[in-house]
Nanobody
Framework: VQLQASGGGLVQPGGSLRLSCAASGSSDYYAIGWFRQALEKEREWLSI????????WYADSAKGRFTISRDNAKNTVDLQMNNLQPEDTAIYYC?????????????WGQGTLVTVSS
């Protein structure tokens, strides 16, 4: 499974961004998750969605502001992020796995940078 994350950029505090993760090569995965890693911090799991039935799960830090969705026809998983704050600045990654989990993902995309600044 190859994953390509896109949609990052510079946004002002309070703004929104929509990240997209395009999957290709194989459909041998059960779910796709989004993660982020800020400078000098550990990678943080944000959300996950299953490929078949769209079951979702969110980290507490993502609940209420982030929404994950999928488009199986396009093989994409999006992360809509609202009310972004400077502490959301990070590289955002998507990953795929054959399990519904927060950890141990098998396939990773290259990351897209989100910068929240005025």
């Amino acid at each position: 499974v190859q994953l390509q994350a896109s949609g990052g950029g510079l946004v002002q505090p309070g703004g929104s961004l929509r990240l997209s993760c395009a999957a290709s090569g194989s459909s041998d995965y059960y779910a796709i998750g989004w993660f982020r890693q800020a400078l000098e911090k550990e990678r943080e799991w944000l959300s996950i969605i299953t490929r078949k039935d769209g079951t979702t799960w969110y980290a507490d830090s993502a609940k209420g502001r982030f929404t994950i969705s999928r488009d199986n026809a396009k093989n994409t998983v999006d992360l809509q992020m609202n009310n972004l704050q400077p502490e959301d600045t990070a590289i955002y990654y998507c990953a795929a796995d054959r399990r519904f989990s927060q950890t141990g993902y098998e396939y990773w995309g290259q990351g897209t940078l989100v910068t929240v600044s005025s």
